[in-house]
């Protein structure tokens, strides 16, 4: 067997042994809307946590984080602190969500929006902002997919067709399991990933420099300006990107429906205290990047960093190995990203827009628009190809526009559907015209966090003018009540 | 009264990473000396990731006991 066949091989047996999992996984659901996209909210803290983990560790972790370092270093490490920011926050938010969700029986975040503002209106907006806003979520997935098996193929694949077969097999997720499938398969790749990230490619640096010291050491010497924040991506960038990034996550639509599957509070607040450390598995990726930055290679396609770090030290054949890992990771977060937006556009636009549709029209409509975004984020991938991590900030800005509304709203009566849509308005408006026709990272700081910035401001100044909104009395009571 | 004070505890211990990261970590941004083989900004934003960690489960202790 030759070594780009053995390299293959290895990638798509693992593909189709987390597939199996996920089908046997996926048989005994019944195929109600809420069984289909939260499980029933009968999920446990061990796959809870695994759950999350490897929908939040993707192709943006597993080679963005590493094409990043490779190409800026030092910038990355904003990548280490969100994490940390973020569950910091969720410990404390997530709980919020899963009360609502259980109370009120929400099956997405739109829904939340719709009942506590009393407007389908907003619902419909703010799945909108949903859909449109994981779609580059999507496209860095099979970016980071078609890499791999552009790599892993040793160059035989082209990474559009590379892209291709991947979105095939994120399809075949998606369709045969729904997200208790996707669970089980990521309970596979959460642990596999762990050990590929500390067994392979931790030891990258001490093959080729024998050590982290070493390392750092070289590029001390060949590249000091990759060891500390300078602009264009200097202090005010990373502050900005973490803070934008620490508040957005738990936003993310994709993640409101793992959140109403869990059983209790308890397992999601553990999950939480034990996500950091998690974290931990984006050093040894940015380790590899750094290496390839520090041996002077120079790489076409940046985001490839981390796997050309394993060609530079290891026999052609582990690449397979890294590749099946990175392959589950993406593959993983993209089913379960595209099947939030499919959720959202069944649930929260199809079923306000015909009131009388059926459960199973609506799994049907939900698998639809599986295929739809699945081929929009791809056109996008193969015609506007970019940086994985400034395709995860674009994705951020948006999101995080729903902060006021998903999080204040929350806590605060004066909050309504006129201040939560005008302050969305602002903050949209101010991220288009920066990303688009003015400076982008105006004064070094990231165009999303402008946005949020002026969100903040119009919703502040709008709730200043109301009174309490009727709407959250009923909220609260409803909480308290549980 | 008793239950508000916990939750008060846990919220301050929750809010540590975020000085830790947003108002502390500036300061260690230069390429030396290197601490454990890492630039400062690297080591110290890596072991709050452990730091962080370690005040939710205090968070988590003092809301639940343990338990």
Redesign the interface.
């Known amino acids: 067997m030759n070594e780009t066949a053995l390299s293959l091989s290895i990638i798509f047996t693992w593909i189709g042994l987390t597939l199996v999992v996920g089908i046997l996984a996926g048989i005994k659901r019944k195929f109600s809307l809420e069984g289909y996209l939260v499980s029933g909210r009968a999920l446990g803290a061990l796959l809870l946590y695994t759950l999350m983990a490897a929908e939040i560790y993707s192709a943006y972790a597993f080679l963005g984080v590493a094409g990043w370092a490779y190409s800026y270093g030092m910038p990355i490490m904003y990548a280490l602190a969100y994490g940390s920011l973020a569950y910091a926050f969720g410990y404390f938010y997530a709980k919020y969500i899963w009360k609502a969700g259980k109370k009120f029986g929400y099956v997405t975040q739109a829904d939340y929006f719709m009942h506590r503002f009393n407007s389908k209106a907003l619902a419909v907006f703010t799945a909108l902002i949903g859909i449109v806003f994981i779609i580059p979520y999507v496209q860095l997935q099979l970016q980071g997919l078609g890499y791999i098996l552009h790599v892993g193929s040793l160059n035989t694949l082209s990474i559009n067709l590379g892209m291709a077969i991947a979105l095939i097999v994120v399809l075949i997720y998606v369709y045969t399991s729904g997200l208790r499938g996707i669970a089980w398969t990521n309970f596979l790749q959460g642990i596999f990933m762990f050990i590929i990230a500390w067994g392979v490619v931790f030891a990258i640096p001490f093959l080729k420099f024998g050590g982290i010291g070493p390392l750092f050491r070289r590029l001390l010497e060949t590249k000091p300006q990759m060891l500390y924040l300078h602009p264009p991506l200097g202090m005010s960038w990373y502050l900005s990107t973490m803070i934008l990034s620490g508040l957005g996550f738990f936003i993310w639509p994709h993640l409101w429906p793992s959140i109403f599957g869990a059983k209790d509070i308890k397992p999601l607040k553990k999950t939480y205290v034990v996500l950091p450390l998690y974290s931990f598995f984006m050093l040894p990726v940015i380790l590899a990047g750094l290496t390839v930055a520090a041996a002077g290679l120079k790489l076409s396609v940046p985001d490839e960093a981390i796997l050309k770090a394993v060609e530079l030290v290891y026999p052609k054949w582990v690449l397979g190995v890294v590749g099946a890992a990175g392959f589950a990771a993406a593959a993983s977060t993209a089913s379960a990203i595209i099947l939030a937006a499919a959720g959202l556009t069944a649930s929260n636009i199809y079923r306000i827009a015909k009131p009388s549709a059926s459960d199973k029209e609506l799994v049907l409509v939900s698998r639809l628009f599986v295929v739809f975004y699945a081929l929009l984020a791809l056109s996008l991938a193969i015609v506007a190809r970019g940086r994985l991590v400034a395709l995860l900030l674009l994705g951020y800005s948006g999101i995080t526009q729903m902060f006021p509304g998903a999080v204040l709203g929350m806590f605060w009566k004066r909050i309504n559907k006129w201040n939560t849509t005008a302050g969305l308005i602002a903050g949209l408006v101010t991220i288009i015209y920066l990303k688009f026709f003015g400076p982008g990272n105006y004064l070094g700081i990231h165009f999303g966090l402008w946005g949020l910035i002026v969100n903040f401001i119009v919703v502040l100044i709008g709730a200043a003018f109301v009174k309490g909104d009727r709407n959250f009395e009923e909220f609260k009571k409803g909480l308290e009540e549980l | 009264m008793r239950n508000k004070k916990r939750d008060f505890i846990?919220?301050i211990l929750?809010?540590?990473?975020?000085i830790a990261?947003?108002i502390v970590?500036?300061f260690f941004?230069?390429?030396?000396p290197?601490i454990?083989?890492?630039?400062p900004?690297?080591f110290w934003?890596?072991i709050?990731?452990?730091l962080?960690?370690f005040?939710?489960?205090l968070?988590?202790i003092v809301?639940?006991g343990g338990r």
């Open positions: 846990a919220i929750g809010s540590i990473p975020w990261y947003v970590s500036p941004n230069k390429p030396k290197l454990a083989g890492m630039p900004l690297m934003d890596t709050w990731m452990a962080t960690s005040c939710l489960f968070a988590y809301e639940f």
